[in-house]
Nanobody, 121 residues
């Protein structure tokens, strides 16, 4: 069974930094794209950043220049480095990964349980 476990959330002041991590565990054949989504109170879940298996990133306009997504394929882990945090970045951040559990099956999307990031003075 595949699990995605996030870590690194917390309370930070405006202008501060945080680094989120998400590790995939369990039995699987391959991991394709990975990414981070967030959901603020009363809002829909939105894509923050994603990265292909080859390392090509994409970002939401709202975080370009402030957030950096990266991955370590050997550790099955994706990271989100966040700097210059703003109160509007406050949300639950969810890890997402497109994973094939067997060469016989199509890849599926898996989600972590989320980690809360609060940006407040």
């Amino acid at each position: 069974q595949v699990q995605l476990v996030e870590s690194g959330g917390g309370l930070v002041q405006p202008g501060g930094s945080l680094r989120l991590s998400c590790a995939a565990s369990g039995s699987f054949f391959s991991i394709h794209h990975m990414g981070w989504y967030r959901q603020a109170p009363g809002k829909e879940r939105e894509l923050v950043a994603a990265i292909t298996s080859g390392g090509t990133p994409t970002y939401a306009d709202s975080v370009k220049g402030r957030f950096t997504i990266s991955r370590d394929n050997a550790k099955n882990t994706v990271y989100l480095q966040m700097i210059s945090l703003k109160p509007e970045d406050t949300a639950v951040y969810y890890c997402n990964a497109n994973i094939r559990t067997s060469p016989l099956f199509s890849a599926m999307d898996y989600w972590g349980k989320g980690t809360l990031v609060t940006v407040s003075s």
